[in-house]
């Protein structure tokens, strides 16, 4: 597997930090990532959602069964977290990304011609329309708990849903909740 990120800090919200952190109070964290299978024509996305202490609150993996480079997988990844917690109902959502240039390319209204842009451009359709949303980059230290769950396989055009951690990321979130 493949991963796209980026090293550099930049958000609305935050800056990049080594080990995750809890959102402020009232605050739900949602977590994206993106793994390539490399030699196959697929691509899953991982992500999780926990809450104000740190507590899982649900996952999910989603593959998709087409070429994508390490931008495109991590701008989809974006735009399925952004439509997963809005799905979810919840609001007053900080989500976190390794990939600084999807983090700058919503945060900094940046344009880009090509595929990847349309796909920015639904995201910042999302964020416009909920203002309880918030967009930051994390270094990939703070981002395991996501790429694992993106690693989970899963069956072609499916996604399959978390409402307790999958076995694969306790130890990860046990070890987030002492750091942070």
Known sequence: MQQGGGQASSSRASGSRCGWKCPDPGWYKANVDAAIHEGSSQFRVGMVLRDDTGVFVAGMVKRFDENATVLEAEATGMYE????????????????????????????????????????????????????????????????????????????????????????????????????
């Open 81 to 180: 977290v952004l439509q997963w917690v809005c799905g979810l109902g919840v609001s007053q959502v900080v989500v976190e990304s390794d990939s600084l240039v999807v983090v700058d390319a919503l945060n900094k209204n940046r344009k880009y011609v090509s595929e990847v842009g349309s796909i920015f451009e639904s995201c910042r359709v999302v964020l416009q329309q909920r203002c309880d949303l918030k967009v930051q980059h994390v270094r990939r230290q703070a981002n395991k708990v996501a790429h694992s769950i993106a690693k989970i396989p899963c069956m072609s055009g499916s996604m399959n849903c978390f409402s307790t951690p999958p076995p694969c990321v306790l130890e990860l979130i046990v070890s987030d909740s002492f750091s942070s």
